[in-house]
Structures are given as structure tokens and as C-alpha cells.
């Protein structure tokens, strides 16, 4: 099938390197481009299946330099290992609707996910976040995106996560919620609620972004079973994926 944009050119363009985020002591460089707004979808589509990731009006993956920990990772939906875990915190969240709407910010998620901010990631690259950056986030660069809202019985907003359609399933870009519910792992629930909806839809699979070894804010990303992960050769499973595959280098992404 041909895509709309294969007529024309992508310009593509590299970051100066600037402080890893997720690895200490290390320097991060990426390599983006920037969304059409009319060909935003299948582009989305396409190189989201080829390892990139989407912020804003902007595609990118990282391009750094003697570095390959960040890799990119789906839930297989169909595979999914539903443990007693994995049920526990469904049936702990059993009161929360989901509610699916467009992706226009409003004020009753921007306070919420400042609360998240200040609590969870107060010396963060977000912390501090206004309004108007909150309306960026959600609404610059949308492409089939919807902010999926959780709410109790009482109708207040308890979680919510950014999500990007594509054609095989959701993306799952960005997610924040009340820090007076971490019993719930609210985190979790929302990852679980993605693979449960996609089932119920069809879709194949359920995009995580990048699982970096060693990072304590990415490392998480592992524990789902199956996970795919994206090497040189295509989509493997975690366990199958040799430092070869994957194109790292022995110990990559093991910290310091």
C-alpha cells in the first residue's frame, strides 16, 4: 500500500546532544521530524511501527551516540499473561469509568496533573508545566488522539492518559493521576485498561514508548509478559532479544 507521503521527501534533523534524562552521566541526541497536518495519521502510523515516538507536532527516536539502551516496546494484546496481579488491580480500579474524549485539555486535568507533578516528579523536565504548555501537549500535533478520563462514582477525575490511534492499536504517550491513589497502582491500571480495551476492539497490539534497562523511570516497561521489543531484524519478544539483535552494546543501558 502506498503511503500518502512517500511522494515527497521527509526532512529529518538531529538534536545537539544535551544530558540523558533516563541514564546518568550520559548525553542524549534524537533524530525528528515534524508532523503535516495532512498526512499527520499514516505517518504517525508508519514510523511509530519503525521505532519512533510522537510529541506534540513532532516524530522522533533516539540517535545517540556509543548509546542503544532506549528501545522500542508493545504489548502483543492477544498473548497478554493476565496474572493474579494484573486482576488484582483491575478489580481494585473496578469503580472508575472510562471515558474516551477529544483531545482538547481542559482545567479540571491540567490541576490534576499538576498535583502528579508535584508529587511524583516535582524535579522533572515538566515540572512547573502552565496551562497554555498543557494545551500544547494534548492538542499540537493530534493525530486520532483522545484523552481516555477515569473517574468515580462521583463523577471526579481520578487518572487520565494521552493516547494515539494507530492502526493496530493505541499508543500510549503520556498518563497522570491522583497521587492520593497509589494503592491502586493507578499506573498500571491504566497500562492493563489500554490491553483490555484493545481486545475488546480487535486491535494486535498496545505501544508503551521506550523501555530503557537501568533507568528507574523506564525499567518498568519489562515487567508486562509478553512484551515485543523492535531490533534490527524486527519485533521480538523480550526474552529472544540478544544485545546483537537489538543493536546495543554489551551492558547497554545497565546504569552507573
Known amino acids: 500500500m502506498t503511503h500518502p ?30 508532523l503535516d497536518p495532512g498526512e499527520g495519521p499514516a505517518l504517525n502510523d508508519a514510523l511509530t511501527h519503525a521505532g519512533f515516538r510522537r510529541s506534540q507536532s513532532v516524530l522522533y527516536r533516539p540517535a545517540c551516540e556509543g548509546c542503544h539502551a532506549c528501545q522500542s516496546v508493545r504489548i502483543p494484546v492477544s498473548r497478554f499473561e493476565w496474572t493474579r496481579s494484573a486482576k488484582r488491580i483491575l478489580k481494585r480500579n473496578a469503580n472508575l469509568e472510562r471515558e474516551e474524549t477529544v483531545a482538547q485539555g481542559t482545567a479540571e486535568q491540567y490541576d490534576l496533573l499538576s498535583r502528579y507533578l508535584d508529587t511524583r516528579h516535582g524535579d522533572g523536565d515538566m515540572a512547573g508545566m502552565s496551562f497554555a504548555d498543557y494545551l500544547m501537549m494534548v492538542e499540537d500535533g493530534a493525530q486520532r488522539t483522545d ?13 487520565g492518559a494521552l493516547i494515539d490511534r494507530l492502526k493496530d492499536g493505541p499508543s500510549l504517550l503520556y498518563s497522570f493521576f491522583d497521587p492520593d491513589d497509589q494503592a491502586r497502582s493507578p499506573g498500571r491500571f491504566m497500562i492493563l485498561d489500554a490491553v483490555r480495551w484493545a481486545r475488546q476492539n480487535g486491535f494486535e497490539h498496545v505501544y508503551l514508548g521506550y523501555w530503557v534497562p537501568g533507568s528507574e523511570k523506564m525499567d518498568y516497561k519489562a515487567r508486562y509478559r509478553p512484551v515485543e521489543v523492535l531490533t534490527s531484524s524486527g519485533w521480538r519478544d523480550l526474552e529472544q532479544v540478544t544485545t546483537e539483535d537489538a543493536g546495543t552494546e554489551p551492558g547497554a543501558g545497565q546504569g552507573e
Open 147 to 159: 484523552i481516555v478520563e477515569y473517574r468515580d462514582e462521583t463523577g471526579r477525575l481520578r487518572a
Open 5 to 34: 507521503f512517500s511522494t515527497r521527501q521527509i526532512p529529518f534533523f538531529l538534536t545537539a546532544p544535551g544530558p540523558c534524562p533516563y541514564l546518568p552521566g550520559r548525553e542524549e541526541r534524537k533524530l525528528f521530524t515534524r
